[in-house]
């Protein structure tokens, strides 16, 4: 399967940009953690995913694409399991028990559904996609959102969108369509927050645009975020001597907030060293997607590539108290066994379709 | 089919380039974000992790130590506990008070007004909501986990006040009390601080308050400490001496006590003006105060018919009867209206201005001198000589003589003593003085209405020839460098004729050790000078204000006035006893304070035991009473 020449076509640069975030992130989770043992855990985990990356990386992703439909089944099988027999957390059932750590099916769905619709808006012949695929698309990606919303996780939940929208943007999509569906959305808006939106969810929506409502609660988090990251100043305080993070001020801070405290431990320096890694995978990517032998893998790439630009973008912009406090990771750097694995398996999959760009 | 249109892959790489143009301009956009928080803001939100993670611990002052004149301690400083929200740090206020009223055994409701009051102030500055909170509810805090069930609640070891003595000599010391507002904003103190709100802890907080110190210290983002960075100790307030005699204190108080009578007291120094001991009775227990009063002994204190918080020997007036009659003498005989050997023919009244004025001896006096109508303290003698001095002029003596206004003794609010004149009822009423009225003033009724402390401050200036010195109660302070002695009080008044001093000394002496109403403060050798007097209570209130009074409400109120002894007098001062019925009661109180003085300049230990005489009109059970209204005007 993996043949020998292959190897020569790996993006090394894109995987050392990888790993070197991964590496980043698990001293930022020692220092936030004051120097406890969840390092190691984040190390086990790093090693999964790479296991994870390799595999994805093995399987030409034109396979793959072919069983996407039982890849996509059995991911949300485990949802639903999920929903019945999850392990409950943090308010929320996502998890299933494993022996080493606790897997969230979640995590790896965006990727289900990147493959699933790659496969649909592929093998379409049409320059566009039809409004049949539209629907059939959307319907794919409502299925688990709904599951993954029940649980209910909105965060991630909502990193299912990007996928959909990435993949039918580059895939062609008229974009008379996609302004009808914006107007769509922002009319349908009122009717999710009255109806579709709890109690706490509209709370920490109204604390986002004054935080001085609850400031002891979501707002809380927030301000303490917007003081981390500007205390942080152009050089930083140092490994360990951020206050913010490391005295408790900000909530969940080796997870969530990780980049608040790269923030306030290696100020603008660091955050610009840690945005500029991110953008460069990420036009690496796009430059992937341009280079791939086929529409299936420009596809598959921009599907992957979404739901990880948008985490990116979110969980940067809530680390400096720029967006509701939500519970999205960034990923490769948060603590988070599932995430880590996941996103490994996401860039296994975009090397895959980059290697294999001469491929028949 | 494979492979996607010519088109399509046109198609596709612009849409690709859109994707790349759009990431490119967030991350420029966060990156901008960032520079703005981080380096144009940094200086902003440096301060607010600061103020998050740095705490400036107040550590309040030990006040200063007092002592009597020999050294004696009177107030020291003992441990208290604080128990103390800290808001920012409470998550759920509500549940922290809840759990912290639940487990400190306190009312949930005063916990909340407490915190109500100081919402005004910075969150990050704990608010005492348990003052002097006792070692069980301490435990029962400490023992809860305070960063989870807790959070917010800092538990302080604070210097309190105590009083060895329990409430002996309250009205002097005072107590302290949290700070007001408007004091707080005047003197710059900290909200929280504990100042002297009466007595001496009051005059001289400035001296007694100390620095507090400062202690900067990292907690954590429940409000823990972690680390103390820096240290500024606290200095403790000076250490002050007052000129009480504790043994005399203690003598007057147990006198009074003895006699089951409550009152004023007031022993001075004629040649200084030091205050020897200063007494009024019922009392208040200032360590009730040291740590903050709670409300029920509070409204206790004030709602008490008897009204233990005020101070009768400084803010009682009182109409200062026949102790007033050596001011008329004083008056008469250096104004050159009479010699001490002119002479008056009491029938038991005489008539002026066309009213009959009653001498208190039915049968009269017969012809007395100046000596004797002082002995016997004869009426109708002090009425013709104060008719012919003229209310003006006992005025202008009363003043010279320290009795009228205030003294300036350094306790605060002390009542103004009234001796009236023709331009005072002028002002007053509008209505010029009758001279019908000077005959009641001679004899201390009328308007005249004089305070403990003025009337003793009077008879010191007797005592001393005419030249008295203010009374006040600071001896020395130790300014860090040894005891340093306040300086000493300038004199005032004028030196009286001799032939004054010693008709008016004997005659005071002869009330003691002759024929007078003072046979109860004779105490062999000492020559024991003075006066009685009575406060009439009824007469000046009235039939209206009888009514629903006990008995022992409207008795009148005893005077006793002296010093000893009779020649270079060393002490002086006035027995004040509260529905004594007459000053010949008052004085065994005066007597044991005299003997006590001897026995302790001649080093006689262990001091004399008061006994109440055998005749003394001393109420067993007495039923609740109320001071006369008369006190208070």
């Known amino acids: 399967m993996f043949e020998r020449r292959l190897y020569h076509y790996v993006d090394w640069p894109l995987l050392g940009a990888v790993y070197l975030l991964c590496a980043i992130g698990v001293v930022m989770i020692y220092s936030a953690s004051g120097g406890a043992r969840l390092y190691l855990t984040q190390l086990a985990a790093i090693g999964l995913g790479t296991i994870a990356l390799l595999v994805c990386l093995g399987i030409d992703y034109r396979s793959l694409a072919d069983r996407s439909h039982l890849i996509y089944g059995a991911i949300v099988l485990m949802l639903v399991y999920v929903l019945v027999f999850g392990v409950v957390r943090g308010g929320g059932r996502r998890w299933i028990s494993l022996p080493l750590f606790n897997l969230q099916p979640s995590e790896f769905m965006k990727f289900g559904l990147a493959l699933v619709l790659a496969r649909l808006f592929g093998d379409s012949r049409n320059r566009t996609p039809s409004g049949r695929d539209l629907a059939i698309g959307g319907a794919l990606t409502a299925l688990p959102l709904l599951l993954i919303a029940r649980q209910p996780d909105l965060g991630t939940a909502a990193t299912l969108v990007p996928v959909l929208l990435g993949a039918a943007f580059v895939a062609g999509m008229r974009l008379k369509v996609a302004g009808i569906l914006l107007a769509l959305a922002v009319v349908a808006s009122p009717v999710v927050w009255t109806v579709g939106l709890q109690d ?30 500007g205390a942080g100043g152009l050089l930083g305080k140092g490994f360990m001597k951020g206050t913010q993070g490391q005295q408790g001020f900000l909530p969940v801070a080796h997870n969530d907030f990780i980049f608040s405290v790269l923030a306030e431990e290696h100020g603008f320096v660091g955050v610009l060293a840690v945005l500029g890694l991110y953008a460069f995978i990420v036009l690496r990517t796009i430059e992937t997607a341009r280079l791939a032998r086929d529409r299936l893998g420009t596809l598959l790439v921009v599907g992957a590539l979404a739901s990880f630009t948008f985490q990116v973008f979110y969980n940067v912009s809530m680390s400096a108290g720029l967006a509701p406090v939500k519970g999205l990771t960034l990923p490769l750097m948060s603590y988070g066994g599932s995430s880590v694995i996941a996103t490994l398996a996401g860039i296994g999959l975009i090397l895959n379709v980059r290697m294999r760009r001469f491929t028949n | 089919m494979a492979g996607p249109s010519l088109v399509d892959r046109r198609t596709t790489a612009a849409r690709l380039t859109a994707l790349s143009v759009t990431v490119v301009a967030v991350f420029c956009a966060l990156a901008v974000a960032f520079w703005y928080f981080q380096v144009i803001e940094n200086a902003t939100y440096l301060r607010m992790a600061e103020n998050n993670h740095l705490r400036r611990l107040s550590l309040r002052a030990p006040r200063g130590v007092m002592f009597d004149r020999d050294g004696t301690l009177l107030v020291e400083n003992r441990d208290a506990f604080t128990i103390s929200i800290l808001r920012e740090n409470s998550a759920n206020l509500d549940q922290t008070i809840q759990r912290l009223s639940a487990a400190a055994g306190v009312d949930e409701q005063q916990v909340r007004d407490t915190i109500r009051r100081h919402r005004g102030e910075p969150s990050y500055r704990p608010i005492v909501v348990i003052d002097d909170a006792t070692l069980s509810q301490v435990s029962a805090v400490l023992a809860r986990r305070l960063d989870h069930e807790l959070p917010g609640v800092v538990v302080e070891r604070v210097p309190a006040r105590r009083y060895p003595s329990v409430g002996l000599g309250a009205h002097v010391l005072g107590y302290v009390g949290e700070v007001g507002e408007t004091q707080m904003a005047a003197e710059g103190l900290r909200s929280g601080s504990l100042v002297g709100q009466s007595g001496v802890e009051k005059t001289y907080n400035a001296l007694l308050m100390g620095a507090d110190g400062e202690r900067r210290v990292m907690v954590n983002s429940v409000g823990r400490e972690i680390t103390t960075l820096d240290e500024l100790p606290a200095s403790e307030g000076r250490r002050v001496k007052l000129t009480i005699d504790y043994a005399l204190q203690q003598a007057a108080e147990e006198a009074f006590h003895g006699l089951g009578y409550e009152g004023a007291a007031v022993i001075l120094d004629p040649r200084s003006g030091e205050v020897l001991a200063l007494v009024s009775l019922p009392a208040y227990d200032p360590n009730d105060f040291a740590a903050g009063i709670d409300r029920a002994t509070w409204s206790q204190l004030n709602t008490d018919r008897l009204r233990p918080l005020q101070n009768r020997a400084i803010q009682g007036r009182y109409s200062p009867g026949s102790t007033f009659k050596a001011v008329v003498a004083v008056a008469a005989l250096e104004e050159g209206v009479i010699t001490p050997d002119f002479t008056v023919t009491c029938r038991g009244g005489a008539t002026f201005y066309g009213r009959f004025f009653k001498c208190h001896l039915k049968g009269g006096h017969g012809t007395v001198d100046l000596r004797h109508a002082i002995e016997k303290s004869c009426n109708t003698y002090f009425y013709t000589i104060g008719n012919m001095v003229g209310v003006d002029r006992l005025n202008k003596w009363a003043t010279l003589l320290g009795l009228a206004g205030r003294t300036g003794i350094d306790l605060p609010n002390e009542s103004e003593s009234l001796v009236p004149s023709t331009a005072w009822k002028l002002a007053r009423t509008g209505e010029k003085w009758y001279a019908g009225e000077t005959i009641s003033v001679s004899i201390g009724q009328g308007q005249v209405s004089v305070t403990p402390l003025s009337l003793a401050s009077m008879y010191a200036a007797v005592a001393n020839g005419g030249v008295h010195y203010p009374p006040h109660l600071l001896k020395a302070v130790d300014d860090g460098g040894g005891w340093k002695d306040a300086d000493p009080q300038a004199p005032r008044g004028v030196r009286l004729k001799p032939e004054t001093v010693s008709a008016l000394h004997d005659g005071l002496w002869m009330v003691v050790n002759g024929a007078g109403t003072g046979g109860r403060a004779r105490v062999a050798g000492r020559d ?24 022992m409400d409207l008795r009148d109120h005893g005077w006793f006035a002296f010093f000893a002894p009779r020649d270079n007098p060393e002490i002086a001062g006035v027995i004040f006893a509260e529905h004594g019925e007459h000053g010949s009661n008052a004085a065994p109180i005066a007597r044991h304070v005299i003997e006590t003085y001897f026995a302790k300049k001649a080093g006689i230990k262990p001091y004399p035991v008061f006994v109440a005489p055998a005749v003394a009109a001393a109420p067993a059970a007495v039923p609740p009473r109320t001071p006369p209204g008369a006190a208070d005007r």
């Open chain 1, 200 to 229: 706490y969810q509209r709370g920490r929506v109204l604390t986002f645009v004054d935080p001085s409502r609850d400031p002891l609660g979501a707002g809380y988090q927030q301000i303490q975020a917007r003081i981390t990251v």
């Open chain 2, 528 to 551: 024991v000078s003075g006066k009685t007097g009575t406060a009439q209570v009824i007469s000046i209130q009235g039939a209206k204000q009888a009514a629903g009074r006990t008995e």
